[in-house]
């Protein structure tokens, strides 16, 4: 069984800490922590980043670990910078009114920190992959290479599904049922959580294999905590069209539509 070496993980997280803190003091200054959220991705392809950096001789899948890591958090940072509306988000508003002035300082914790934390730990498998001994690329890397490929091509592809649904002013109001939202209601969620089960079999394939942590944890972020469970809440409240759509298409596993007739 393989472990990132511990002086990797603490370079990693200091690294990090510096760049959580630098954020943190800007969103300080713009009072606008949601600034956060498109340096969900990037935040990954530093850590990967740094574990490359630090080694003297890296190995082919090290390199392969870290371009894949850092196409697709490069592709993420993008969206999400791009899709950053006026003002700060409306949970991280709600979050700042209920804390009053003590907000300012929590925040460096309670999101910046706690997101920190997030990134480390998800990242264990990528930081293996990377920093093991050099051993030769083998079926599981293709494998994994493989299901990193899907998951990528279905989120970008969701993701675009959906800017286009949304740019159609004859959209307003309507729900997407469209392309790949049809057999999933968040081809882009679901896309993001395989390719980052396609990561974690790279440690795996190093031997890490209880490192599955990693991508479980993005899994259950996915699905219970930011993604599918709080945009759900929010949608069913404002379209009740959306209701339908709930009960007709899958929440997460692409599946072929239910009929409610």
Same mark, same amino acid.
Request: glycine fraction near 8%; charged fraction near 15%; charge should be positive.
């Given at each position: ?39 969900? /991705?990037?935040?990954?392809? #530093?850590?990967? $980043?740094?574990? !490359?950096?630090?080694? @003297?001789?890296? %190995?082919?899948? &090290? ?49 910046? /920190?706690?997101?920190?934390? #997030?990134?480390? $730990?998800?990242? !264990?498998?990528?930081? @293996?992959?990377? %920093?093991?001994? &050099? ?127």
């Amino acid at each position: 069984m393989y472990f990132p070496p511990t002086l990797v993980i603490v370079q990693a997280a200091a690294v990090l800490a510096m760049v959580m803190v630098a954020l943190w003091a800007l969103s300080v200054r713009i009072r606008d922590v949601s600034i956060v959220d498109p340096f969900w /991705g990037p935040g990954f392809a #530093l850590i990967a $980043g740094v574990c !490359l950096f630090r080694q @003297a001789d890296p %190995s082919p899948r &090290a390199f392969l670990v870290f371009a894949l890591v850092t196409i697709w958090a490069l592709r993420l940072g993008v969206h999400l910078l791009r899709r950053r509306g006026h003002g700060e988000d409306f949970r991280y508003a709600a979050m700042r009114e209920r804390r009053g002035p003590s907000f300012v300082y929590s925040s460096l914790f309670i999101v910046f /920190g706690l997101q920190g934390v #997030l990134l480390l $730990g998800i990242s !264990l498998p990528v930081m @293996a992959a990377i %920093s093991a001994p &050099a051993t030769a690329l083998g079926p599981l890397d293709a494998i994994a290479a493989a299901i990193w490929l899907c998951g990528f091509l279905f989120e970008a592809i969701g993701d675009a599904q959906l800017e286009a649904f949304k740019r159609d002013p004859s959209n307003r109001g309507k729900v997407n049922n469209r392309g790949l939202w049809r057999y999933t209601r968040h081809p882009n969620y679901f896309g993001d959580a395989l390719l980052w089960w396609g990561l974690g079999l790279f440690g795996v394939a190093v031997g890490a294999w209880p490192l599955l942590v990693g991508p479980a944890a993005m899994t259950f972020l996915l699905l219970r905590v930011s993604g599918v469970a709080l945009l759900e809440k929010d949608i069913a409240e404002r379209r009740p069209a959306y209701r339908e759509y709930i009960q007709q298409t899958s929440p997460f596993i692409p599946w072929f539509p239910r009929s409610t007739s």
